[in-house]
């Protein structure tokens, strides 16, 4: 599963690297669904911006975006939005009941 990590208007260090990759495993082993990642590190000014890009089977594609003071603190804040939006697409793929059959619809 590819992990992408892009760097704009910056120069990305490798620690800044190694925990967003390390941020991004953590993700994949909790959704194994995952098929590619994407992790973008901009800074503009003062604000260091972190954004997710996820592409998962089921044509699922989730997005998010954080900008704080630091980067750590940007990825982390990016990485828990991506994980709420992905807890809520398993839920409603677990959640999901059947329709009713034509027959007990019928019926009623």
């Known amino acids: 599963m ?3 990590i892009t760097a704009r ?3 990305a260090t490798d620690r800044m690297q190694d925990y ?3 941020k991004a495993d953590e993700l994949v082993e909790a959704f194994p669904r995952i098929e590619h ?3 973008i590190l ?3 000014k003062q604000r260091h911006i972190a954004e997710v890009v996820v592409q998962a089977k089921n044509h699922l594609r989730a997005e998010a975006k ?3 003071d630091t980067m750590m603190a940007s ?3 990016a990485m828990s939005k991506i994980e709420r939006q992905l807890q809520r697409f398993r839920e409603k793929i677990h959640d999901h009941k059947p329709a ?3 027959e007990e619809q019928e019926r009623k």
Do not use: N, W
Request: no cysteine; charged share 40%.
């Open 2 to 4: 590819p992990i992408e």
């Open 20 to 22: 967003a990759r390390r």
């Open 9 to 11: 208007h910056m120069e």
């Open 37 to 39: 990642m994407h992790v």
């Open 66 to 68: 954080e900008e704080s």
């Open 100 to 102: 009713m059959k034509r």
């Open 75 to 77: 990825i982390d804040g």
């Open 42 to 44: 901009a800074v503009e």
